[in-house]
């Protein structure tokens, strides 16, 4: 594999570790309750999101008969962005 790739997989790696780690500190980080609002508006919705998303992969492998596979690293990467992007429209919104 070339080297820009390499750095270019090696940047996407770490903007995803600091989702992952922004996504579990604001969920577990106190606050007053326009802010656990905040955060449980943004938590319903990325699970909304990430459940409907399955349910769709499982009735498509279902009506092509494919087994069903998924790799939890890309789901996990998948559920921070929603939840940040979710978190920062939230706290637009709610003036946060």
């Not at 499982?58 to 008969?65: L, P």
């Not at 990467?77 to 939230?90: G, H, R």
Request: with cysteine; net charge neutral; hydrophobic share 55%.
């Amino acid at each position: 594999m070339p080297v820009p790739a390499q750095m270019f997989l090696g940047v996407v790696f770490l903007v995803f570790a600091a989702l992952d780690i922004i996504m579990l500190i604001s969920l577990l980080k106190p606050g007053d309750e326009r802010n656990q609002t905040i955060v449980w508006k943004a938590s319903s919705f990325t699970l909304f999101a990430t459940v409907g998303a399955k349910v769709i992969d499982v009735i498509e492998n279902f009506v092509r008969s494919q087994p069903m596979t998924a790799n939890p690293f890309i789901q996990l990467e998948v559920a921070a962005i929603i939840y940040c992007l979710s978190l920062v429209y939230y706290k637009e919104r709610h003036g946060g």
